[in-house]
């Protein structure tokens, strides 16, 4: 059996939960993102209702192999504490599962998985342009 991660895409500022994490929650619906900054840990809390802190997960997306949360602003915080680099992915993997009910990862665990995000050509131009 695959082993449940996240990846932390720092570009297009979203969390991208692979298909055992959304196995091992029993599809969910929707989840919450938690942080514990005391213990540096991310929860990822299975949900079925909708709420304004709980993110919705396609169906469809999870039978891709992933399903994705976008989070920006969480995504900056983390960037700064950790001294993340911008337009770098970051894969967690899990440390424990509560209960089929929640995912727990280690923020300082965080693995670089990739080099810089290449832009597509849209963003290459918009940034050329910006420059002069």
């Not at 082993?3 to 599809?27: A, M």
């Not at 597509?120 to 910006?130: G, H, L, P, V």
């Amino acid at each position: 059996m695959a082993q449940p991660f996240v990846s932390v895409d720092t570009r297009k500022g979203r969390i991208r939960l692979n298909r055992c994490c959304y196995d091992i929650l029993r599809e969910p619906k929707y989840v919450q993102i938690l942080v514990n900054p005391a213990k540096e840990q991310l929860g990822i809390l299975r949900t079925d209702k909708m709420a304004p802190e709980s993110s919705r997960l396609k169906k469809e997306d999870a039978k891709q192999g992933h399903s994705d949360i976008y989070c920006p602003g969480l995504i900056g915080d983390l960037i700064e504490r950790y001294r993340w680099i911008r337009g770098r992915s970051y894969r967690l993997s899990a440390l424990a599962c509560l209960d089929s009910e929640m995912l727990v990862f280690s923020l300082p665990a965080a693995q670089m998985t990739d080099e810089v995000v290449r832009n597509d050509s849209r963003e290459a131009a918009y940034e050329d342009q910006t420059k002069h």
